[in-house]
């Protein structure tokens, strides 16, 4: 990711939520009550059932009913009355148009507490016909959790071609007991994404690729960033990705902490470096490489991963040479090397991790 990112194709089914929704929500039907027609622009409508709705006691559900619609950028803030609800049946289109994003997200929720997004429908970005036409203000990632306290998010769908530009399925950066479950992302950049701040996240029943996987980081390129603690990724599937499971820091950081990180049950099916702690990554010569990073990694575990790797590297374990990785657990490896020249290798370097359980690549071949 970069800070120029795009509008991508978002397709999202039936979504999240932070409370139980109450039992009889007061409707705002953006189509009925609002004078949305289906094929035409629905941002007056919708901005003004939302307005309507977060100004109601007792809770309150705003309804986008089947159909097609056209909808311009919006914010749907907070605070609100009481628990408000979106359900979306049918399908919302962006602007193809970048002139129109005066900010940097297409749909957003600021500031709203006890926030309900259901619904079968769908987000479509149309990411096609902005990708290649940057500059001004872009939409960030298909979905940025920010600065959010327990978020549960369900049954998502997000879509993107491979070789579409920075396209992230979700980002989160500086948020507290998030969920992802039972969700499908392919896309052309991260998966998923961890910044600095994030704290009791779990990611479960997620299915990528394409894409570039489930990363934690990059951390330690900007000043007063946040710990990251408290991460678990559990009964994954990755395929086609370019990487698998990922925690990334940059050299010459400022110093910062990663801990508490646990990834267990990943199937992998060829995907380049399947597991990989990566304290140099410095890309494009960003950074100055030979200052080691100064992020501190610490109780990591990636337990029962088994599948295929399309790089003979399957295992690299690159820790930082001023602060060596504490506490990290290999435990019941099977990547198999899908290329002809040789086995599957394990590099491991300024880390003694304990090794347990089955081990192929044999752990920390490389030194
Ligand atoms: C989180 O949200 C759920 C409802 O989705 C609620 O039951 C629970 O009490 C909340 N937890 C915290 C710590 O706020
Ligand atoms: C959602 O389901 C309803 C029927 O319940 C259907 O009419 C509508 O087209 C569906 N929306 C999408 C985007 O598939
Ligand atoms: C393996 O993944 C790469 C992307 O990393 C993709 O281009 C290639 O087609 C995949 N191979 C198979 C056999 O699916």
Redo the contacts with the bound molecule.
Sequence with gaps: MGLKLNIATLLVLLIF????ANAQPTVFNVVKKYGGKVNEDITLPLTNAWKDACATQGGSKVVVPAGTYRLGPVQLNGPCKSPIELKVRGTLQAPGDLSFFKWGSWVSFLRVDQLTLSGNGTFDGQGKSVWGKYGGALPIFHLHVFAC??V?LLHLNIRAPGDSPNTDGIHMGRST?IRIIDSKIGTGDDCISLGDGNQDILIQKVTCGPGHGISIGSLGRYENEEPVVGVKVLDCKLRNTMNGVRIKTWPASLSGIASDMHFENIYMKNVSNPIIIDQVYCPWNQCKAQIPSKIKISKVSFKNIRGTSQTKEAVKLLCSKAIPCENVEISDIDLAYQGSDGPATSQCTNVNPTILGRQNPPACTLK
Excluded: G, H
């Excluded at 939520?17 to 139980?20: G, V, Y």
């Design positions: 939520t932070t409370s139980a306290k327990n549960t007991r």
